[in-house]
């Protein structure tokens, strides 16, 4: 991976052991982001911890966290963190929601 900031959230995202992470190239048609982060986590509780470490590497690694978005309630959490957009939901909202198949024309890489 040749991208640092892209490693450094990944890694990020697995130490707080998201699940079925992938990330998705958007650059080419995506004015607003170069990635896209999608994971699972168990809970709500789990998203929003993710969410603040994610806040907290982008502040040790001078990765700009623009927003976490999401509340306690929340079955999705969404960091922006300008070039990079971290999805992160419970197994049932990211059924629901189904980012994969909107964005499935782009190069999607499996993370674990």
């Not at 640092?4 to 990020?12: F, H």
């Not at 709500?44 to 623009?66: M, Y």
């Not at 978005?69 to 990211?94: C, M, P, Q």
């Amino acid at each position: 991976m040749e991208d640092k900031k892209l490693q450094i959230l990944i890694e990020t995202i697995l130490d707080k052991k998201g699940e079925d992470l992938i990330y998705i190239d958007v650059s080419q048609n995506n004015p607003l982001a170069r990635f896209f982060i999608i994971t699972t986590v168990t809970s709500n509780r789990h998203a929003l911890a993710i969410g603040q470490a994610l806040k907290e590497a982008g502040e040790i690694n001078d990765i700009p966290i623009r927003n976490v978005e999401g509340k306690s309630s929340s079955e999705w959490v969404l960091v922006d963190a300008n070039d990079y957009i971290i999805h992160i939901f419970t197994k049932e909202a990211r059924i629901h929601y189904g980012l994969e198949k909107l964005w499935a024309n782009y190069p999607i890489v499996k993370v674990n």
